[in-house]
């Protein structure tokens, strides 16, 4: 179900405007929850509060399995917003999509490899950020030699490859979920008969993929959380 993305040009640049929408989407609706849990906060946490302070224990216990607190606490407000915003991202694409004159509007915006690969860099970007400031510019470097010298073009490679796969795997595991809803979607405007065929399979794939969609969250926030452990902690 191939569609056209809606690509306009603006002073010589190439911008789809779906995935603009997307994460305009996407961010405003985790900037709207942020709000909504902390605008009245009390001592017994109910309703979306309670849920919130759970999202927040839940990075911490993240973060404590992939470095010391003192090094790692700083990145907490970084772990609860990645894995909120794109956990949020995941989602969007599954109830529907939005055709108009053939160009896709509405979809999941980690449905694109630009969305997730330029979201991959920024972590790896910042890890070598936090790594220089932490441990200054000539102590971070000769880590790129070490155990032996001859290691740094392996390491560099490294660094290539990490960035490709973490950006990858999200996009694969999401555009491939869409790709079959899409098909399930298709099915089921083939009659009476293809409607009752394929209504079972797409709920099971609905809530499959939200599944998905809560794991792929969990693993893009782990992996960061495991790349900068690598970078700023002297223990490993």
Known sequence: MHHEAPIHEFLGLNFNLANVLMITVASAIVFLIAVLSTRRLAMNPTGIQ???????????????????????????????????YVFVSNMLGLPFSIVIDNELWWKSPTADPVVTLTLATMVVALSHYYGVKLKGTAAYGKEF?????????????????????????????????????????????????????????????????IFVGAIQAFIFTMLTMVYLAHKVSNDH
Not at 57 to 76: A, E, L
Not at 190 to 208: E, S, Y
């Open 145 to 209: 030699f070490k155990p032996f010298w001859f290691m740094f073009p392996i390491k560099i490679i490294e660094e290539f490859a990490n960035t490709l796969t973490l950006g990858l795997r999200l996009y694969g595991n999401i555009y491939a979920g869409e790709i079959l809803l899409s098909l399930l979607a298709a099915s089921l405007a083939t009659g009476v008969g293809g409607h009752l065929a394929a209504i079972v399979p797409m709920l099971a794939w609905q809530g499959f993929s």
């Open 50 to 84: 309670n849920f919130m302070e759970w999202i927040m224990d839940f990075v911490k216990g993240i973060i404590n399995s992939t470095m010391d607190w003192k090094d790692g606490g700083r990145f907490h407000v970084l772990g609860i917003t990645l894995i909120m």
